[in-house]
C-alpha cells in the first residue's frame, strides 16, 4: 500500500492562499487517485477534492468549487492542493489520501491516508 505524508499547512488570515503537499511512496502512485478531506473540531470528515490517475480529471465540493485546485505530479509521486480565498470555516485538519478506484469522493473507498496537517484560517 502507498504510504502518505501530508504537509504545507498552518495559520493564514482569510483570503489568503495556501498550498498542502501529500508526499507518496511507491513507484505505483499513479495508479491511485487522490484525494483531500478535511475534518474540523465536533464536525464529520468531509470530502474536498480529488484528481484521477493522470491528472485529466477532478471533482471538488461545492464549498469549495473555484477557490481551491488539486493537481498531481506523478514524476514527483506528489499531489497537491492550492487553497485561495481561504475562509475561517476551511479551518480544519486536511488529510490526503489515495484510492484504487479509478475516480471516487467515497471515503471508504480511499485506503491510505495522510497524518494530517492542521489549517487555520483567522478572521
Known amino acids: 500500500q502507498v504510504q502518505l505524508v501530508d504537509s504545507g499547512g498552518g495559520l493564514v488570515q482569510a483570503g489568503g492562499s495556501l498550498r498542502l503537499s501529500c508526499a507518496a511512496s511507491g513507484r505505483t502512485f499513479s495508479t491511485y487517485t487522490m484525494g483531500w478531506f478535511r475534518q474540523a473540531p465536533g464536525k464529520e470528515r468531509e470530502f474536498v477534492a480529488a484528481v484521477s490517475w493522470t491528472g485529466s480529471r477532478t471533482d471538488y465540493a461545492d464549498s469549495v468549487k473555484g477557490r481551491f485546485t488539486i493537481s498531481r505530479d506523478n514524476a514527483k509521486n506528489t499531489v497537491y492542493l492550492q487553497m485561495n480565498s481561504l475562509r475561517p470555516e476551511d479551518t480544519a485538519v486536511y488529510r490526503c489520501?489515495?484510492?484504487?478506484?479509478?475516480?471516487?469522493?467515497?471515503?471508504?473507498?480511499?485506503?491510505?491516508w495522510g497524518q494530517g496537517t492542521q489549517v487555520t484560517v483567522s478572521s
Open positions: 489520501a489515495a484510492s484504487r478506484l479509478p475516480l471516487t469522493t467515497a471515503t471508504l473507498a480511499f485506503t491510505s
